[in-house]
């Protein structure tokens, strides 16, 4: 999260999924203002994720970077220009009723 504050990205949201889904223990969506600055914020993330926590994390969509997902494991980032996060609207989709918690 402070790593995409400090690049910054708008509206970030954590939503956790643990009792929801086995696939991690939170998803995190931000957007960036441009592609570059949503490779920018992608490849900056990866990096601070594999120095602080030694892991390798995966990274999909940087070639186009309309939607760029991370993911760290116990912790999934996705990463839009602002046109298609509406598009998906994947926050109403996980938050299944709950409070999604806003960080920006």
Known sequence: MTSLDDDQAVETVSIPLAGKSSIADYMVVASGRSTRQVASMANKLAEKI???????????????????????????????????????????????????????
């Open 50 to 104: 594999k120095a602080e926590f030694g892991r390798n994390p995966r990274v999909e969509g940087l070639p186009t970077a309309d939607w760029v997902l991370i993911d760290a494991g116990d912790v999934i980032v996705h990463l839009f220009r602002p046109e298609v996060r509406t598009f998906y609207n994947l926050e109403r989709m996980w938050a299944f009723g709950d409070n999604a918690v806003g960080n920006a």
